[in-house]
Structures are given as C-alpha cells and as structure tokens.
C-alpha cells in the first residue's frame, strides 16, 4: 500500500494538498500549519513542503522545529491502515460499529420517552400559569408573563431535541455486511493515494495529530461516518459535512475511538538534518 501511495504522489506532484490541515498540532499546542521553502542544489532549485508551529513562525516563542510533510503524512496513512482498515481489523469494527449504532437508537429511545414526560409537565405548567392570568392575576402579571416567557423558551428547546432524537430513533438499522463493505471502500481509497480522497478521508477520521521532536500521536474521532447507500438518519458529534461525491443517499455508523499507541518518528524535523540548505524563498 505505501508503494502505491507514493505513485499516486508522483502524479500529483504538480499540486500540493497538505492532508493534516487543520488537525495537525505542536506539543506546544499550537496549532500547525503546511508550508514550503526551497534551496539551489548543482541540479537546480528544490521546494521541500513542511508543517510548522504558528507560534514559532509567528512570534518565536515555540522553538520546535519544522516536521517533515510526506513523513508525517505517511506514519498517520499507516496507521489508519493498520488501526481501521487491515484485512484483519475490519470485521471487528464492523461488528463493534453495529453494535454501537444499535446501542445508540435504543439509548436515543429511552431519551426520548423521558423528553416526552418532561414536554407533558412543562405543557402543564404553561397551562396553569394561562388559568391564573385569565382569572385576574393582579400584582403578579408582570412575574407571571415573565415566568411564561421562560417556559416558552425551554419548550422550543425541548421541541428541538426532541426531533432531534426522533431522527436518531427513526434511522434506518444498519446492515453489517454494509458496513463491511463501507470500511473495505474506504481501505481501497485509502489504497489509491489520491490525495484529495486521502485528506477527505482523514478528516471523517482523525480527530488531531499531535506531535513534538519524540513522537507523532494520531486521535481518531467518535464521529458519525457517512457512507453511500442504505436509508437515511440523523449525524452525531461532529461529523464531517461532507458526504462522498457519489453518494445517492446517506446512513450513518455511530463510531467509536480505537486505541492506537503514540509512534515514534525520528528524524523527522528538517532541523535536524544535517547541513541544512538555505532557505531562498518560501510559499
């Protein structure tokens, strides 16, 4: 799989998509942010594509140095590889995903039966403060209106959640062979390399990448993940908005975040190579 990564980069050269944007952090932190520089060799002017510390680009109080772009990039690929997505991996999570989105359409189903009650008291005291106006309720009509006020407020509020987990307990079941299949799709697009899947994939995925000169940690989401096909149902937590592109219609797998052990990278700063080159310029 990394061979055939690193043929799809070659294709891609020309256009550089930094996969870790937005979810790349210093140990400082700070969030990281892609950038580049180049340097005169006997062969010509070469670009290198890095991440780097805002706070140390910026006002220079993080002296953390730049980490390598395709390095990085390449251990939290791998690591999804090896942590959702092997031949080995997916039939457990498949199977733990089912579980979790049964388990949440029945939690969601209580939830609602306990909403419904509290709608039904709440109904009930906006009636008796309506009662106490109509029979003349003097020097108290100012406390009165305001107290309706509020007990308006909160039932919007619970009308809004309400139909928030009616959608969670309408969702449609899912199926676990089409799960299976889901997550052995988004193996082979991340098989493919192609740089903006792989970024589109990453970010359904990952919650951060934290990193410092020692190691490269990658923290994957509790997310609700969008696949093509099967019925529809309300997304949780903070899902990615961004359905794939042939998606006709949309279900949800309620996910779960997978333990992955802190990686060490070594030799992954550019400032720790030996004999730097000048930088002549930077975009």
């Known amino acids: 799989m990394l061979d055939s990564r690193k043929r799809a980069r070659a294709r891609n050269k020309a256009k550089v998509t930094y996969l870790l944007a937005g979810l790349i952090y210093c140990q400082c932190g700070s969030a990281m942010t892609g950038n580049s520089s180049s340097y005169r060799t006997s062969s010509g002017i ?103 006020k509020s007990l308006e407020n909160q039932k919007k509020a619970m009308a809004d959640e309400y139909q928030k987990l009616k959608a969670r307990c309408d969702a449609q079941s899912l199926d676990l062979s089409a799960i299976t299949s889901y997550l052995n799709q988004q193996a082979q697009i991340l098989k493919s390399g192609n740089p903006d899947a792989c970024r589109r994939l990453i970010n359904t995925f990952v919650e951060r990448v934290n990193v410092s000169p020692e190691n490269t940690e990658v923290i994957y989401k509790i997310t609700t993940v969008v696949f093509a096909g099967g019925g529809g149902g309300s997304r949780t937590h903070r899902p990615e908005e961004r359905p794939q592109e042939a998606a006709t219609s949309v279900g949800c797998i309620f996910g779960f975040a997978p333990a992955s052990p802190t990686a060490r990278l070594r030799g992954n700063y550019l400032d720790e190579c030996p004999a730097a080159p000048p930088r002549i310029g930077a975009g």
């Open 46 to 148: 070469v670009r290198q594509h890095y991440y780097e510390c805002n706070k140390a680009n910026r006002i220079g109080t993080c002296h953390v140095g730049k980490i390598r772009k395709e390095l990085v990039e390449e251990h939290v690929l791998t690591d999804m590889e090896k942590v959702l997505f092997s031949p080995e991996v997916i039939p457990t999570l498949a199977r733990r995903l089912h579980e979790h989105s049964n388990k949440e359409r029945g939690e969601a189903a209580d939830a609602l039966v306990h909403l419904e009650r509290e709608m039904n008291r709440l109904n009930s005291q906006i009636e008796n403060l309506v009662t106490v106006l109509a029979e003349g309720a003097g020097a108290q009509v100012s406390a009165i209106v305001e107290k309706l």
